[in-house]
């Protein structure tokens, strides 16, 4: 067993963990529909972080031929990881019986831990990028240092127009870069 397929059991285990609390969640939110006031931003961003979480994963695949790991790096490299199950748990509630929920209330609510949490990967990934790249002006590594930014600031505001207009240019910026990586045109 090669160094990465040991590494990869448990960062695919986090991953695992964040895409079921995301259906999980999905799943009770849809059982206990006739309690819950839906909201487009919240299911937009868990559609956006399953999707993420998919992406992450199929991405990893190219640390295969890495050789030298320690145990610092490994701890680095799964921040991401981490970072993503955490959003995953905060962007939808934890529906209970009996209860009723208004997704856009919940949605502010918990907008500084989920966007926190959001905004740490791409900029542990930028970090990364940079470091593989020697250098932090790589495409990746901006792309990836200005989608921490925008999303990270969504933590401090609770205007609606500025969530609108952040989630569906992250969102767009990211369908465009899963296009571009899947047709390999970067």
Same mark, same amino acid.
């Given at each position: 067993?090669?160094?990465?397929?040991?590494?990869?059991?448990?960062?695919?285990?986090?991953?695992?963990?964040?895409?079921?609390?995301?259906?999980?969640?999905?799943?009770?939110?849809?059982?206990?529909?006739?309690?819950?006031?839906?909201?487009?931003?919240?299911?937009?961003?868990?559609?956006?972080?399953?999707? !993420?979480? &998919?992406?992450?994963?199929? #991405?990893?695949?190219?640390?295969?031929?890495? $050789? =030298?790991?320690?145990?610092? *790096?490994? @701890?680095?490299?799964?921040? !991401?990881? &981490?970072?993503?199950?955490? #959003?995953?748990?905060?962007?939808?509630?934890? $529906? =209970?019986?009996?209860?009723? *929920?208004? @997704?856009?209330?919940?949605?502010?609510?918990?907008?500084?831990?989920?966007?926190?949490?959001?905004?740490?990967?791409?900029?542990?990934?930028?970090?990364?990028?940079?470091?593989?790249?020697?250098?932090?002006?790589?495409?990746?590594?901006?792309?990836?240092?200005?989608?921490?930014?925008?999303?990270?600031?969504?933590?401090?505001?609770?205007?609606?127009?500025?969530?609108?207009?952040?989630?569906?240019?992250?969102?767009?910026?990211?369908?465009?870069?899963?296009?571009?990586?899947?047709?390999?045109?970067?």
């Amino acid at each position: 067993m090669s160094p990465f397929e040991h590494l990869s059991v448990l960062i695919s285990i986090i991953i695992g963990l964040g895409v079921t609390h995301l259906l999980a969640s999905l799943h009770r939110l849809v059982q206990a529909r006739d309690r819950v006031k839906l909201h487009w931003l919240p299911l937009l961003w868990a559609v956006l972080l399953f999707i !993420s979480q &998919v992406e992450w994963w199929w #991405a990893s695949f190219e640390w295969r031929s890495r $050789v =030298e790991w320690n145990f610092f *790096y490994f @701890l680095f490299i799964l921040q !991401s990881p &981490v970072a993503l199950y955490l #959003a995953a748990a905060f962007v939808l509630p934890d $529906v =209970e019986a009996g209860e009723s *929920y208004d @997704l856009k209330q919940y949605y502010f609510a918990t907008r500084r831990w989920l966007f926190l949490a959001i905004a740490m990967s791409p900029a542990v990934d930028a970090v990364r990028r940079a470091e593989q790249a020697g250098s932090i002006t790589d495409f990746g590594a901006v792309s990836n240092a200005v989608s921490a930014v925008l999303v990270g600031s969504m933590a401090f505001t609770q205007k609606l127009w500025y969530h609108a207009l952040v989630t569906l240019a992250v969102g767009a910026l990211f369908l465009a870069f899963i296009v571009s990586s899947a047709l390999e045109l970067r």
